[in-house]
Nanobody, 117 residues
Framework: QVQLVESGGGLVQPGGSLNISCAAS????????MSWHRRFPGNQHEEREF???????????YYHRSVRGRFTISRDVAKQTVLLQMTNLVPEDTAVYYC???????WGQGTQVTVSP
């Protein structure tokens, strides 16, 4: 059974940095592309917005244009975790962040990131 546990969210000031991680289990982690998505406040009934994706090999990454150059996605196969390093955060990045494995429709509980003075 696919399990995804996001952690590391919190409150950060504009311009600050934050790292969030996703612990994955229940599938062959090394064979799955992993991605981060987010849901903005007040949008509980809308689809999550794509943020970043990393290929199964870790060699290829893709980013939403709004985070390109500020966010970095990486993966640790030994620890079966996916990390999202976020820098130069802005209030518009405030959201609940979720990770997802390719080939699965399962979502974790998410981790809240709030960017505010």
């Amino acid at each position: 059974q696919v399990q995804l546990v996001e952690s590391g969210g919190g409150l950060v000031q504009p311009g600050g940095s934050l790292n969030i991680s996703c612990a994955a289990s229940g599938f062959i982690f090394s064979e799955a592309a992993m991605s981060w998505h987010r849901r903005f406040p007040g949008n509980q009934h809308e689809e999550r917005e794509f943020v970043a994706r990393i290929s199964s090999s870790g060699l290829n990454t893709y980013y939403h244009r709004s985070v390109r150059g500020r966010f970095t996605i990486s993966r640790d196969v030994a620890k079966q975790t996916v990390l999202l390093q976020m820098t130069n955060l802005v209030p518009e990045d405030t959201a609940v962040y979720y990770c997802k494995a390719s080939g699965s429709d399962h979502w974790g509980q998410g981790t809240q990131v709030t960017v505010s003075p």
